[in-house]
């Protein structure tokens, strides 16, 4: 029988377990929210945080308080807010503005956009900087934004919700699909291979690889968006995703009504960030400004320290599996490295061996005892010439063969 002293101190564990739950969570800044108009976009700057939607609010002492950039901007209908070089661009519902102040002031810089055009993102490529409008096409600007010109050849659709540069490559993204530009934007081809749902709300690079949002679910390409790979694990309901924020290998997004998600793989596989946020929740907007991610939250911005939400991932990696497995590698295709995960659920002498389609072992990965746990292998393939070829896991009496394709 337990004693007072016992259930004391089994009141004060659950007490002190509740607490550290509760701080494990997004929080509301007490900054811009629905009693402005709503919040739709989110970028950083430097120490700056710059939210729009009724307006442009900013924030410079990592959103303790926020204070609007210009009165005037209230019923401008901010779509998008991007940092190109020193200046600072806005999409509207009208066109495009923009600051060299930092948000002090502001002025028009969509010359050659139709009047009443929405702006719904931007992309900076070199010296180039794109417009992606709803209903005009896509423009160009080659003065800093001062004039437009559209560049919309070989568009099938004047709807353009998303744009990101990949190397020399311009990536669009509509509601009929994808488009890529190898020439600075003058010539558009669609890219659908792998593509299964037209509409592309939200576009990010990591790398060499590009994380396309669409409605619903994530796609991911490693070869500047010529071909496509679903990723599965951003779970039902089928909702949109429409932000993304980047910090090196991570890549976060937010989804319409599911919350906030985190990718470690470049988007192969994705976990949910949604403590404090309750359901139904809809994200349009992420930014990462120093050590805490900030999401517009329902129309509100509301943070988190990234922190929280790497410890909760490590967390989880450290459990110790319960069976063998040989995971898909990531991403795939791919040129020239990837990487293979596989998990043991206790010690064993571990194979890890590549071969082409005639069975020939072209490269040995791993060869040595490991214990329980995650464990991850590196493949650089930049010896080899394209096609398909097979990795086997051997694991004591455990065997298993994935497939990987290398494209060049």
């Known amino acids: 029988m337990r004693t007072k002293t016992d259930r004391l101190a089994i009141a004060l564990l659950i007490v002190f377990v509740s607490a ?25 700057s430097g120490s700056s945080l710059y939210a729009g939607g009724g307006g442009v609010f900013f924030s410079t002492d990592n959103g303790a308080s926020w204070n609007p950039t210009d009165s005037a901007l209230s019923s401008e209908g901010i779509q998008t807010i991007a940092v190109v070089g020193s200046n600072l661009y806005v999409g509207t519902s009208y066109g495009v503005l923009k600051s060299t102040d930092n948000g002090v002031s502001w ?20 010296s180039n900087i794109y417009a992606a409008t709803g209903g005009a096409g896509i423009f160009v600007s080659t003065d800093n934004g ?29 509601h009929d699909g994808l488009f890529v530009s190898t020439d600075g ?12 749902e037209p509409i592309i709300s939200s576009l990010v690079t990591s790398g060499s690889t590009t994380v396309a949002g669409a409605y619903p679910g994530v796609f991911i390409s490693i070869d500047g968006g010529l071909i496509w790979t679903a990723a599965d694990s951003i779970p039902a309901p089928a909702h949109a995703i429409d932000a993304f924020a980047v910090l090196d290998s991570d890549i976060f997004a937010g989804s319409y009504a599911d919350g906030v998600f985190r990718s ?17 929740t809809y994200i349009s907007g992420l930014a990462i400004s120093g050590k ?30 319960s069976s063998f497995a040989l995971k898909q590698n990531y991403p795939n295709p791919f040129n020239p490295s990837t990487i293979i995960d596989y998990q043991l659920p206790r010690q064993a002498h571990v194979m890890l061996r590549v071969y082409d389609v005639l069975g020939r072992k072209v490269k ?4 040595e005892t490991q214990s329980a746990g995650l464990h991850s292998a590196t493949f650089n393939a930049s010896s080899l010439s394209s096609g398909v070829y097979f990795y086997r896991l051997r694991a004591g009496t455990f065997s298993e063969t994935r497939k990987l394709t290398v494209l060049k």
Request: hydrophobic share 40%.
């Open 20 to 44: 550290l739950k509760v701080d494990a969570q997004w929080t509301q800044t007490p900054g811009p929210s629905n009693l402005h108009g709503g919040l739709n976009c989110l970028v950083a």
């Open 107 to 126: 002025n028009k810089a969509g010359a050659g956009i139709p009047p009443v055009t929405p702006v719904y993102a931007f992309a900076a490529s070199g």
């Open 146 to 174: 001062a004039n437009w010109t559209a560049t919309d050849s070989g568009l099938t659709t004047q709807y353009i919700f998303s744009l990101a540069a990949s190397g020399s490559k311009i990536i669009a993204g509509s």
């Open 185 to 196: 934007g003058k010539i558009w081809a669609s890219s659908d291979s792998g593509i299964t």
């Open 264 to 280: 470690t793989d470049f988007g192969a596989s994705w976990t949910p960030m949604n403590g404090g946020l309750g359901s139904n």
């Open 292 to 321: 805490t991610l900030f999401a517009i939250a329902n129309g509100a911005v509301c943070q988190r320290p990234l922190s929280e939400m790497i410890s909760a991932i490590e967390t989880a990696h450290e459990r110790i599996p």
């Open 364 to 367: 040995t990965l791993v060869d």
